[in-house]
Every structure is written in C-alpha cells, then in structure tokens.
C-alpha cells in the first residue's frame, strides 16, 4: 500500500492523515487505517463522521456531485469527505484528497454502470431461444 497523506486547511486551522504502511488497530490517534491529527475541533468533526454520525454524503462539487460515504466509512475518500464536512465548505482540500475522491466516485461510476449485455433482440429477463 503506498503511503498517502490528506490534508484540510481552513481560517479554524488544519487537520491532517496519513495512511500506515502497517495499520494498528489500537494506536492512538488511529482512523481508516491511519493517523489523523491537527486542531483538535476539526479532528473531532472529522472522527465523529468517520464514526457514523451525520451526514450520508457530502457535496464535493457543484451544481449536484455528491459523494456518499461507506458503510464502513475507512477509506481514503471517506476521510476526504469528512474533512470537507468539517470545514463547512470553507477550505482547501489537498490534492491527494481530491485524488481519492475522483477515484471512488470513477469506481462507484463504473460499478452502477457496468451490467451483464442482454442477448440481441431479447427483453431484459426474458429466456433465451
């Protein structure tokens, strides 16, 4: 796994990821498989989205480009979404959070809209001559 780190900066101050070669499950400190620190109200926002609390998905882009985050909420784009949940939509994402958010949103794209090809001719459903 390569090494990544995501970071948000905002007026409130900066907070910050970093992946783990080897993930910990009981460090300090430890969410999604890393090491998430930086001013200590922002990195309680981020944890309790990461935790399950609210919201389901977050607006990345606009006019209507939502990111809906896991059920797990550990990856790379969950953490990038939830630090644009703590800044309020006031700051600046890294680019390595804008790259992990680009990368689900492509693989979610490519899971809903990849489906099995029905034979030529035949309604969906329906058997075979």
Do not use: H
């Amino acid at each position: 796994m390569a090494t990544s780190t995501i970071t948000f900066r905002t007026d409130r101050g900066m907070v910050a990821y970093s992946a783990m070669e080897r993930p910990q499950p009981d460090a300090p400190g430890g969410v999604a498989d890393g090491l998430l620190g930086g001013e200590p109200s922002l990195v309680a926002i981020v944890r309790e989205v990461l935790a399950g609390s609210l919201p389901k998905r977050v607006r990345i882009a606009e006019p209507n480009l939502d990111y809906v985050f896991t059920d797990s909420r550990n990856t790379l784009a969950d953490v990038a979404a939830a630090m644009l949940v703590a800044g309020n939509g006031r700051g600046r994402l890294s680019d390595a959070g804008w790259d992990a958010l680009d990368a689900a949103m492509a693989d979610r794209q490519a899971r809903t809209t990849t489906a099995p090809a029905e034979p030529s001719g035949q309604p969906r459903g329906a058997d075979p001559v």
